[in-house]
């Protein structure tokens, strides 16, 4: 009953905390991150713990899907070759980078203990990514490259961590197994992640019961993702790739009501898997803090400098040197200082490290203790604390100083054009059928729904009518013309004619559109 009450007390905090938030206009994550410390050190709730395989077998799957889902491939693929040199290559860098200075500080810490840390803190993290550049206004480019970097990275940093951990377990490494290892895990829950979700897709197609289908479509992440554990491949590859796959078929795989239902129930899940996520991050502050006293404070505060300094320099270094590198080699315009400055600073960590950090082993092979185990979690925890509260807070602030306002992309021209080519194409659509059914174009019920297209509206037409085969009729013109500017619109983001965003935001308005419509769809 205890965990019960313990668990209302938390979702209470996380919707006190988050309407605080809106009225602030405060990142929600950072807030929960703040609130969950403030607590931790006030009051016995500290004693909540939070349980890395919570976070790898209930948090990550469901939010890594969520992101991916709402991704455009098109979108992920014009940037991909950024993606890959900032998720592979910066997170391999900062490895080696965050040992190498840690090791520096701390001369007693083995090698491979510093190769743990530095792969722990190593990816950035795409739920504290995607919470946080919410609230801000971004051009699409960049706000593209955090995103997918934020999305992929984890893989690379998962890996890197089991091997580091396992060298540190066993006392032995071998850079060719780490290798041919690294390809398996990374391309294997590529293709894992491809076949679930075709497989999918498939079956969620053919689901008619609307309940079942939201099920199916919970359920997709945990699949893909278990699917892919189960092989020993890379499960964050295999989510985020089954999400990419089923996000793009979802406007021809499922209903415009399943569509609505299921895009209302994710966003509460999401919604509350964050706050859990960032709330029980904060709530582990004071037993962790406990665990390094025995410390001497002048060394623990050079440790936690340089633990905290040295992701954010090395992402810098990495970002300004390899991206005008890159672009003059492949004979393209040098990015603009400003995109290259937020990219590098838009590195927070989060509940991937946190979970990685509690993850380590209390013991290696020969029945010693994990060396400096407790250290290397509560440096962790400054590496977080210190991306979200100085990165996350400042990242607006600094927005708004470069005045990226007018370096986004106009969709104004692109919304209206396309709006009147559907509304053209519903016209044109109602005109053929009743043609074809040689019904009366002068009939007030079918003008009236024309002079819906025509104006550009989406209000909703209930024929006034007694007739109930003249209101049947009339549910059938606007029902095919909802299904012909679906497939138009369909065909216009298929052939880059139209953005991602601006697709979602017309297809929405077509689900709503429909259901009213014909309510039993």
């Known amino acids: 009953m205890k965990e019960v009450e313990l668990l209302v007390l938390l979702l209470a905090i996380i919707g006190i905390v988050g309407a605080i938030s809106q009225k602030l206009r405060v990142s929600l994550p950072i807030l929960l991150i703040v609130v969950g410390m403030v607590i931790s050190l006030k009051s016995n709730i500290a004693l909540v713990r939070l349980e890395p395989d919570t976070v790898f077998f209930i948090f990550l799957p469901p939010l890594l899907y969520l992101d991916a889902f709402n991704t455009s491939w098109k979108d992920l693929k014009d940037v991909g070759d950024l993606i890959t040199i900032q998720a592979f290559g910066l997170v391999l860098i900062t490895v080696v980078g965050v040992a190498a200075l840690i090791h520096a500080v701390l001369p007693t810490i083995p090698w491979a203990a510093a190769f743990v840390f530095g792969a722990i803190v190593s990816p950035t993290d795409a739920v504290v990514a995607s919470a946080i550049t919410k609230e801000v206004r971004l051009p699409k480019r960049v706000m593209d490259i955090i995103k997918g970097e934020s999305l992929v990275n984890d893989a690379t940093g998962l890996v890197a961590y089991q091997f580091a951990v396992a060298a540190t377990v066993t006392g032995t490494f071998s850079w060719s197994e780490a290798g041919t290892r690294f390809l398996y895990v990374g391309f294997g829950g590529v293709l894992v992640g491809l076949i679930t979700g075709w497989i999918l897709s498939v079956l969620r ?78 709530l582990q502050l004071k037993p962790i803090l406990e665990t390094v006293k025995s410390y001497p404070p002048e060394q623990l505060l050079l440790w936690t400098t340089t633990a905290a300094i040295a992701p954010i320099f090395i992402r810098f270094a990495w970002t300004f040197s390899v991206a005008p590198a890159y672009a003059r080699l492949m004979r393209r315009d040098v990015p603009n200082w400003k995109h290259i400055f937020v990219v590098s600073w838009s590195g927070m960590r989060g509940i991937v490290s946190m979970a990685a950090a509690l993850a380590l082993p209390l013991s290696c092979a020969n029945g010693q203790a994990f060396p400096y185990r407790d250290l290397i979690i509560f440096l962790t925890v400054v590496v977080i604390a210190s991306t979200l509260l100085l990165q996350g807070v400042a990242l607006p602030a600094i927005v708004k100083y470069f005045g990226f306002a007018s370096d986004l992309y106009d969709d104004g021209n692109a919304e209206r054009e396309t709006r009147l080519y559907l509304s053209r194409e519903a016209v044109r659509t109602i005109d053929e059928l009743a043609r074809k059914n040689n019904l009366d174009m002068e009939d007030p019920g079918i003008q009236k729904v024309i002079n819906h297209y025509i104006e550009l509206t989406i209000d909703n037409f209930r024929p006034q009518s007694h007739d109930s085969s003249n209101i049947e009729t009339w549910r059938l013109l606007q029902h095919e013309a909802i299904k012909s500017q679906r497939r138009i619109l369909i065909g216009m983001r298929d052939n880059h004619k139209i953005g991602e965003e601006l697709f979602r935001v017309l297809q929405n308005e077509l689900d709503l559109e429909e259901t009213q419509v014909n309510p039993t769809t």
């Open 205 to 282: 197609t053919k689901l008619e019961n609307r309940p079942v289908e939201i099920i199916g479509s919970l359920l997709s992440p945990f699949i893909s993702y278990f699917t892919a554990e189960h092989l020993h491949v890379s499960g964050v590859l295999s989510v985020v790739t089954a999400g990419l796959l089923l996000g793009w078929r979802s406007p021809t795989m499922l209903s415009s009501q399943v569509r609505l239902h299921s895009k209302a129930n994710w966003e509460t899940i999401a919604y509350i898997l964050n706050g859990f996520s960032f709330l029980l991050m904060g």
